[in-house]
């Protein structure tokens, strides 16, 4: 299958890793991976603070660029979540009902990469290997606005090596929230605690997820703590091989 | 203020309970700080969580049941003039006298004024939202009339000249000994060996108010519903308080919002069973009244219902919040807010806390008097999944979100920021740009808001598109 | 201009042309099915109420000593023990004796409409002991099986246990303004 990449610009710029990995991951499933030009970002965090004009012209670029390809993958719950559920609110709200047209149309195709594997692919064994002892924090996004259920769970299930520890009080957010992180930094922080606390009861050398934006909140709140607990992308591990060398 | 007759209004400034001394994020700094605050918090939302989630399991068709209650609310709101009508016909036809009431100055008065007529000088309250919004306790006072909380939590709330934190337990804050503690402290004979057993505690109130409730001759309550068809009034709670209330006085004054509507005595079937199983995580409440205007012979022989808007109009003008309205003040978005676990109701200023006041509150005032709460969400969604009429909690945060008035320097960064990535070339040299921030423990203002607990990542030696450009 | 045209004329201009939307009731309705006295039974002791099941309705009431007994004025006369002392102030009772209109078995609840044999609400609020007694073709499965049967014109009061509140650290716990006991009897059953 010939599936486009939606880097996000926040793994684009900050965690390549994950982006690597989920082409790495598709094309070692034998599917053809591209990447539009002309992508930046999908404007969300605009839209979450009250930017939706300033937005728009995210949401027409975005649209443009997408519009050609089948199916189209992001490993990020939060930005698909954007994609598929605001875009065409922004259209709208502009007075643009073909934009709003369009923008529903690559939503309805774009897909988060848990997503695209078990409900597009029917995957759930990607044959990988890692050897870790893992906590998995299932992102607001990906649970409730895409309802990915227990799909990134189902994957992890079959990697190879593993051990998968249970996140107490999982479904509870880690306190991101986008500019809410800053705006709202105390009630944020006091979240983030609480979310490290548990992470920290599990024993997990790894903690994973399917966003890059909560990893980067947990993971720099675990760092501060010198807490030794590394974040790593879901994607990084479903390519993670036993072959290949092992990377974070 | 002036307004134009006939349109929407917003609640009017300096009365009532709607608008808060400080924003959102100053006064969470402070609830933050309180340890104890946040262990009694957590403490009662954890037991409520779970408590809810056990009942609403025994209900095969719970999903069914919400979609019916955000229906019939939509239906309800698109329906108002003629259901408000229908209302106030059969209530009057049942021996009621209806007021309406277009701000909270003017339900204060009706208010006032029945009162003063009765000759009586003191009323009992069974707890109701829309007389904390509008300030009437403190109107009452002010006209030499006092006005005394029945419910447990209101009573604790009262006797410790708190505010209320919660919408359906106000003295949610407060734990057993700190109950204990106001009680011995501020209730007039009480047994100064009283233990913080629960049990005990409510003992005490049952004899502190009892009374009370027997010589009280004027009750002012609030309504759960009104049913159009009927004239129905029904008022859920679970001490008898309420019963108290609404049966012993000669005069029953009741203040409701006029979304409290539902079109006919079917649709309580709906309603029955979502609120409880939301609200305090039981199959029923203890006691439910239901009664039409005045019975001969049963229970309080004038009656008087005071329609309020207060704002509610300005609500129902806008076309994603208006769903605002649909709100039956269950707080199950309050039990399950991440937010609102931690900081509490004070921190939102409004008797409206939690992700129902974000959206509420701003939009009964105007959201330029509100302007901090709607980004007092992470937009996590939680409040969306518990709440019984699917009420899209944060599609409405942030919708307000795009309404409220911006500050100008954040106004110009998101700007300069959607030009940037409106532009592949100037997104490209602004990632390599984003290295040179390499090693930066803190941030300047507003931004130091993250490094103050959070480090930032490293950035990459590549960004992902050069990485692929190589290829 | 009143301020009740001004609130509805407030309203319309909100409201402008907005559609009225469908009303989806795709939950269990009123079905009237046969309904599960045990599940009944269980509710009702989950929520602390103490259930007798007896035709001895005398028997029962006399059992529970109830001092100083109110009773509404339509009452089955056969249902108060001989030698009980009756009161007619319901301020001096210690227990009230009533029938009932329909019992919920999903909830536990009993719904009281002001009948002759009900009596006026204080009666049943007043007194800390409240014996209820409930005929088998009172008891309905659902919500809305109570729902289609009452009559909202009446006065009504749903009770589902003794007084209860949440309101400290949201336990319940029994016991505050209203009856801190209720009693139902079952009629139509045998066995205590």
């Known amino acids: 299958m010939r599936i486009a990449l939606f880097v996000t610009c926040l793994a684009d710029t900050m965690f390549p890793a994950a982006a690597k990995a989920t082409v790495q991951l598709l094309e070692r499933l034998g599917h053809e991976v591209v990447f539009p030009p002309g992508q930046t970002c999908c404007g969300q965090m605009h839209v979450n603070t009250g930017y939706q004009d300033q937005a728009l012209p995210l949401v027409r670029r975005h649209v443009r660029t997408f519009a050609p390809y089948d199916v189209i993958v992001a490993p990020s719950g939060s930005c698909v979540g954007s994609v598929r559920h605001q875009h065409a609110m922004v259209a709208r709200n502009a007075g643009d009902a073909g934009l709003a047209a369009r923008a529903e149309d690559v939503g309805s195709k774009t897909y988060e990469l848990s997503e695209l594997l078990v409900d597009v692919l029917g995957i759930e064994d990607v044959g990988a290997y890692y050897p870790h002892r893992v906590t998995y924090h299932p992102t607001c996004h990906s649970l409730r606005m895409l309802r990915v259920g227990d799909k990134p769970l189902r994957l992890l299930r079959n990697v190879r090596g593993i051990d998968l520890v249970d996140l107490p009080d999982a479904d509870q957010c880690c306190g991101f929230g986008g500019t809410f992180a800053i705006k709202n930094a105390d009630t944020s922080t006091a979240m983030l605690a609480d979310k490290m606390g548990h992470v920290l009861e599990t024993g997990a050398e790894v903690c994973t997820a399917g966003d890059s934006s909560c990893l980067m909140h947990i993971g720099g709140g675990l760092s501060r703590l010198d807490s030794g607990v590394r974040t790593v992308h879901l994607a990084e591990i479903l390519a993670s091989t036993s072959s290949s060398s092992e990377e974070s | 203020m002036t307004t134009f007759l006939g349109m929407p209004t917003t609640a009017p400034r300096g009365v009532g309970n709607l608008r808060g001394d400080e924003p959102f994020p100053a006064a969470a700094h402070k609830a933050l700080q309180d340890g104890q605050l946040r262990r009694n918090l957590g403490h009662a939302t954890t037991t409520i969580r779970r408590k809810s989630g056990a009942v609403i399991g025994e209900l095969p068709d719970w999903q069914e049941l919400r979609e019916a209650g955000s229906t019939l609310k939509a239906n309800t709101m698109a329906r108002l003039p003629e259901l408000l009508d229908q209302l106030e016909a059969n209530v009057t036809a049942a021996g009621g006298v209806v007021h309406w009431a277009a701000d909270a100055n003017e339900a204060n008065e009706i208010v006032t004024d029945l009162v003063k007529a009765t000759g009586h000088d003191r009323v009992i309250k069974v707890k109701s939202m829309a007389t904390q919004e509008i300030g009437l306790n403190e109107a009452l006072e002010a006209a030499g009339i006092a006005a005394v909380e029945t419910d447990l939590a209101e009573l604790i709330v009262q006797l410790g000249n708190d505010k209320p934190s919660h919408i359906l337990v106000p003295a949610i804050h407060r734990n057993r000994a700190e109950i204990r503690e106001i009680f011995l402290r501020e209730m007039p004979g009480v047994d100064p060996a009283l233990t913080d057993e629960p049990a005990e505690l409510a003992g005490a109130a049952r004899r502190y108010l009892r009374e009370t409730f027997l010589s009280t001759k004027v009750a002012v309550s609030g309504a759960n519903f009104a049913i159009a068809e009927t004239g129905t009034l029904a008022v859920l709670e679970s001490e008898g308080n309420g019963r108290m209330c609404l049966t012993l006085p000669e005069t029953l004054i009741t203040v409701m919002g006029i979304e409290k509507l539902v079109p006919t005595w079917r649709d309580l079937e709906v309603f029955l069973q979502l609120l409880p199983r939301a609200s305090t995580g039981e199959r029923m409440n203890p006691y439910t009244s239901m009664w039409t205007g005045v019975t001969p012979g049963d229970g309080p022989q004038n009656f008087h219902l005071v329609l309020l808007d207060n704002g509610r109009t300005a609500v129902l003008a806008d076309e994603v919040g208006r769903q605002a309205l649909h709100c039956i003040r269950c707080s199950a978005c309050l039990n399950v807010c991440p937010v609102y676990e931690r900081t509490g109701g004070h921190a939102y200023g409004s008797v409206y806390p939690g992700p129902i006041g974000a959206i509420l509150s701003p939009q009964l005032t105007g959201v330029e008097d509100n302007a901090s709460l709607p980004y007092a969400s992470s937009l996590c969604g939680a409040c969306f999944d518990a709440c019984p009429v699917k009420i899209d909690i944060p599609s409405i945060l942030v919708h307000l979100r795009n309404e409220v008035p911006h500050p100008r320097a954040e106004k110009a960064a998101f700007g300069a920021v959607a030009y940037t990535m409106d532009h592949p070339a100037l997104y490209t040299r602004a990632q390599h740009a984003a290295k040179l921030s390499r090693h930066a423990k803190k941030l300047p203002p507003p931004l130091n808001g993250w490094t103050a607990s959070r480090d930032l990542p490293e950035p990459p030696a590549e960004t992902f598109r050069d990485w692929w450009a190589k290829r | ?192």
């Open chain 3, 1 to 192: 201009m009143s301020s009740r045209e001004l609130i509805l004329g407030r309203i319309k201009a909100a409201l402008g042309d907005t559609a009225v939307p469908e009303v989806t009731r795709d939950y269990r309705p009123a079905a009237g099915q046969e309904p599960d006295i045990e599940l009944l039974i269980d509710r009702l002791v989950d929520y602390k109420a103490v259930v007798h099941r007896s035709d001895d309705v005398a028997g029962v009431v006399a059992s529970l000593n109830p001092g100083r007994l109110v009773l509404p004025p339509g009452l089955d006369p056969s249902w108060v023990p001989s030698g009980a002392t009756i009161v007619d102030d319901e301020y001096q009772a210690e227990a009230v004796l009533t029938a009932s209109t329909v019992a919920i078995a999903e909830t536990g609840t009993i719904v009281l409409d002001g009948s002759p044999d009900q009596g006026r609400r204080r009666i049943s609020l007043l007194p800390d002991l409240h014996i209820c007694v409930v005929r088998p073709d009172q008891i309905v499965a659902s919500v809305p099986d109570a729902i289609a049967r009452l009559d909202p014109r009446r006065p009504l009061t749903w009770i589902s246990g003794p007084s209860a509140t949440s309101d400290i650290e949201l336990n319940r716990v029994e016991g505050v303004h209203g009856p801190r006991n209720l009693h139902v009897v079952l009629l139509g059953g045998s066995v205590e």
